[in-house]
């Protein structure tokens, strides 16, 4: 049977999603079993994503769903020992020169969702900084953003200093972006590209096993 | 609904601005050579237009900042001082000799932003580095709950609310009576008291700073398109800027993120908004068509690519307020010339729209399969666009030539067609550059049909 939590999300229906939730924690619901409904329905939209029936929209309207249900779940969870375990650890940055957060958002989000944990640096990261939260942060991924053709060399400077720094063999490097190929991937010296949040999630599973 | 295919009107118009695109007024050639180079220029423009074949391929460069890298000038430096502007436009014109000239006015004049405090944008040296390119800074300069206040009055909230956020230094006009108000004598001194106000009064000490910079900006950017014309023969292209209304909304008003909740939230008040913004964006471009004599008006799409929408909601929401703009341009005999970035395969079926007619619009595409748009524009509307930014940047010469006489064989031969980079030029290498144009002009000539 399938569950109206779940229904409602993936069917973009905020207000009987927020409206659902309430009811279940008034209810006495286990707030874990709600967030894992939640994870559940964005299993569903990540796979429409992929297959392409469901779009940008549909995922920024699923985070803003996910946010505002957590939010509520929160003051209700009790013990934090039960977070689940975490399929890896990414650190994602928009390169130097590039201010563009829209696509990496996106891409923290969904791998969030999927279960990794997520280090976002921001926009307009310096090669240092991203050497630095490898250092401090010990991800297995690296997702370097960028929407210009001006992230081109940004990109590739950051994969130089990851080396210089002689941590490259310790990370597997990721690029997207718009205007982001196979070409660029070479050009940079990245281990992969991915075109879109969905392909950045694939990316980081491969990448960690999981 | 009104056939513009059946109103003689925008071809007569039409005729009239490609008149002044021939012979641009205010231009002085510098020799009987560069006159008939641009005359020929213009005519191969005109050509592709209207679905014709030209002697040649024309070649075009979607230029972003990519001139001051190459002359080794720092866009910083470019829009600050207008010599170093004028020079890296000069040198990359001359060196490239694109059949279009790029617009020196594309950069803006950086003090007049500063003077302003502007915070819709960083632009170099001001938020990003003096090498990178101006940028959007995305956030929501219009809130969910003020779309009731756009539709009533655009102008009035652009004025007193739009304005206010996107420049510090206007921060006061906050408190500005609409200026709707001054209807008779005694609702007028009311009306006029704002403006006493100091803090009022400094902003608009701010603004005429702004308005003599940029009026210096101006002339020198007329003057050097003027120059590139008299001395190298290179048309203007761009005569003219508008936005596709969904993009209005999106980009700079509700943000990528705000009209993406809002499709979901509120439907009905943004299909208004939508149709409200239509004869404010066909009306901005007819006031300034004309700009270096020519009859394209430039039309950015952004939030309508493949992967930003489904294609219903393409459909319903982004597609009937850009087909207005384009009927209302092509009625007023402009050439309605869209940029589209991204990827546009899940599109060709909407855009290929009959109610345009065939021979009045251009489209530039970045990552859309130029066979599937040839076999759909051909008898429609001209195209041209897909030399991809990565192979200009990380590709060797000899893939460019590939590439581009690969294109060329696939789409070219129809007419109707120009060659040119999918995405803005900002970085690349001047040999690939060198490679796409040489091989548009050597491979690109119609001479064996004709």
Redesign the interface.
């Known amino acids: 049977m399938a569950k109206p939590l779940v229904e409602a999300i993936a069917a973009m229906r905020e207000e009987d999603a927020l409206r659902i939730a309430d009811q279940l924690l008034d209810g006495g619901e286990d707030p874990l079993l709600i967030l894992e409904d939640c994870r559940e329905a964005l299993g569903v939209i990540g796979r429409r994503f992929e297959e392409g029936d469901c779009f940008i929209p549909e995922l920024i309207m699923a985070g803003e769903m996910l946010s505002q249900i957590s939010t509520r779940v929160k003051p209700h969870l009790k013990d934090q020992g039960k977070e689940p375990v975490k399929l890896g650890r990414v650190v994602m940055g928009t390169v130097q020169g590039d201010i563009h957060n829209i696509g990496k958002d996106i891409v923290v989000f969904m791998l969030d969702a999927s279960g990794f944990e997520v280090q976002d640096l921001g926009v307009d990261v310096p090669p240092a900084r991203f050497v630095e939260a490898v250092r401090q942060f010990e991800p297995q991924v690296v997702g370097l953003s960028g929407f210009l053709t001006l992230a081109y060399d940004p990109m590739r400077r950051t994969v130089e200093a990851l080396a210089e720094a002689g941590l490259r063999s310790q990370v597997k490097v990721m690029i997207g972006g718009g205007l982001v190929d196979d070409r660029i991937r070479r050009y940079t010296g990245a281990d992969a590209y991915g075109k879109d949040a969905a392909a950045a999630v694939a990316l980081a599973k491969g990448f960690t096993g999981a | 609904m009104e056939r513009p295919s059946q109103e003689p009107t925008g071809a007569r118009k039409f005729e009239q601005w490609t008149r002044r695109w021939l012979a641009p007024e205010g231009v002085e050639f510098c020799s009987g050579g560069v006159a008939e180079a641009h005359r020929q220029r213009v005519g191969m423009l005109i050509d592709v237009i209207r679905l014709r074949k030209p002697e040649r391929i024309p070649l075009s460069l979607a230029t972003?900042?990519y001139p001051f890298a190459y002359a080794g000038v720092t866009g910083q430096e470019a829009m600050h001082d207008y010599g170093k502007l004028g020079y890296a436009m000069k040198k990359y014109h001359a060196d490239f000799l694109p059949d279009t000239q790029a617009s020196a006015m594309l950069y803006g004049p950086g003090r007049a932003f500063e003077a302003l405090d502007y915070r819709l944008y960083?632009w170099p040296g001001h938020?990003?580095?003096p090498?990178?390119?101006y940028?959007c800074?995305?956030a929501e300069y219009m809130r969910a709950d003020e779309y009731d206040r756009l539709i009533n009055d655009p102008s009035g909230f652009f004025l007193r609310e739009y304005l206010p956020r996107v420049f510090g230094a206007l921060e006061p006009w906050k408190g500005l009576t609409p200026l709707t108000d001054i209807v008779e004598l005694p609702f007028t001194g009311g009306a006029l008291v704002p403006f006493g106000l100091p803090e009022v009064q400094a902003s608009l000490r701010k603004l005429m700073e702004a308005g003599d910079e940029a009026l210096r900006w101006a002339q020198a950017g007329g003057a050097i398109g003027n120059e590139i014309k008299a001395t190298l023969g290179l048309p203007s292209l761009i005569g003219g800027f508008t936005k596709a209304p969904y993009d209005t909304l999106g980009d700079t008003l509700r943000g990528?993120?705000g009209i993406?909740?809002d499709?979901?939230?509120q439907p009905g008040k943004l299909l208004a908004a939508l149709d409200r913004l239509v004869p404010l964006a066909i009306e901005m471009a007819v006031r300034w068509a004309g700009l270096g004599g020519a009859p394209v008006i430039f039309i950015p799409l952004h939030k309508g690519a493949d992967?930003?929408?489904?294609t219903p909601?393409f459909r319903k929401f982004y597609w009937p307020t850009l087909k207005q703009v384009i009927l209302g341009l092509v009625r007023e005999g402009l050439v309605p010339f869209m940029f589209v970035?991204?990827g546009y395969n899940q599109r060709l079926d909407v855009i290929v729209d009959p109610d345009i007619p065939a021979g009045t619009t251009m489209w530039l595409f970045d990552q859309t399969d130029m066979r599937e748009v040839k076999k759909r524009f051909t008898g429609w509307a001209c195209f041209g666009g897909n030399v991809?930014?990565?192979?200009l940047?990380?590709?060797r010469p000899e893939e460019v030539r590939d590439y581009v006489k690969r294109l060329i064989d696939d789409v070219a031969a129809d007419g109707g067609y120009f060659l040119s980079t999918g995405?803005?030029?900002?970085?690349?290498s001047a040999a690939n550059v060198h490679a796409m144009l040489d091989t548009g002009r050597e491979y690109g000539r119609y001479r064996q049909e004709s």
């Open positions: 972003g900042f960083h938020g990003v580095a090498t990178a390119p940028q800074v995305e990528t993120r993406m909740l499709k979901f939230r992967g930003f929408l489904s909601d970035e991204g991809p930014a990565s192979l940047k990380a590709g995405a803005v030029l900002d970085d690349a």
